[in-house]
């Protein structure tokens, strides 16, 4: 099924612990994003990626690490993560091009305990 | 930066009566695109409605329909014949028409109560 998938879908995890939460899609979009979502503060963007071989700070990157060593993949990595990070992660993508739809994956619940 | 505000955290609504949904946005730009986001409790993201900011004409999907006010820097969703299923957080973003490398900028979301 062509789409975008994230991995895993929960995870609890030790403060001071390193992650990477996955992200791959079949859509061959060019542009790829992560979101973080909090109650409150809606979705805000921590890493982009206009193309592959190419990544772009959002507006909360602190803390996080992202590659885009193909099209297809665009993993998000916590060094080390805080109780800050607690958060629901969202990876989406979208073709190149003005008019075109951004399609999201469904979430990863990340819990820093 | 553009910014989009959502002032209502919560709302309700009777089932088929219809309900309105505020955005604002800041912005300097003329050229743009608006998005209504609808999350149910799965989390999956789901468009509903969009609407290019050179049209002048309102977007309508079905039961979902916008007030696109670019002088005000305004755009509502009208839900009409509300449905227990439309119970969800819904969240207004924004994106540049500036560059094909532009990102969303959402709203801090509006979570929908429909009531039976």
């Known amino acids: 099924i062509a789409g975008i998938t994230q991995a895993p879908t929960s995870q609890i995890l030790a403060a001071g612990r390193r992650m990477t939460l996955r992200c791959t899609q079949d859509?061959?979009?060019?542009?790829m994003y992560w979101y973080r979502q909090d109650l409150g503060l809606g979705l805000r963007l921590i890493h982009y990626?206009?193309?592959?071989?190419?990544?772009g700070k959002g507006e909360v990157p602190d803390g996080y690490s992202v590659s885009r060593a193909n099209t297809d993949d665009f993993p998000l990595t916590l060094a080390s993560a805080v109780p800050s990070q607690t958060s629901v992660y969202f990876c989406?993508?979208?073709?190149?091009?003005?008019?075109?739809?951004?399609?999201f994956g469904q979430g990863t619940r990340l819990t820093v305990v | 930066a553009q910014t989009v505000t959502q002032s209502q955290p919560e709302m309700s609504v009777q089932e088929a009566e219809t309900v309105t949904l505020s955005c604002t946005y800041d912005?300097?730009?003329?050229?743009?695109?608006l998005f209504w986001y609808k999350q149910p409790p799965s989390r999956q993201m789901i468009l509903v409605i969009r609407?290019?900011?050179?049209?002048?004409q309102n977007a309508t999907e079905n039961r979902f329909s916008v007030n696109f006010q670019k002088a005000a820097k305004s755009f509502s969703l009208k839900i009409s014949d509300s449905q227990l299923g439309d119970a969800a957080m819904y969240f207004c973003?924004?994106?540049?028409?500036?560059?094909?490398?532009?990102?969303?900028?959402f709203g801090e979301g509006t979570q929908l109560t429909v009531n039976p």
């Open positions: 912005t300097s730009e003329s050229d743009y695109y």
């Open positions: 973003a924004y994106r540049s028409a500036v560059s094909s490398g532009s990102r969303l900028t």
């Open positions: 989406a993508s979208r073709r190149e091009g003005m008019n075109t739809e951004a399609f």
């Open positions: 609407q290019e900011a050179y049209k002048q």
């Open positions: 859509m061959r979009h060019n542009a």
């Open positions: 990626s206009n193309t592959a071989g190419t990544t």
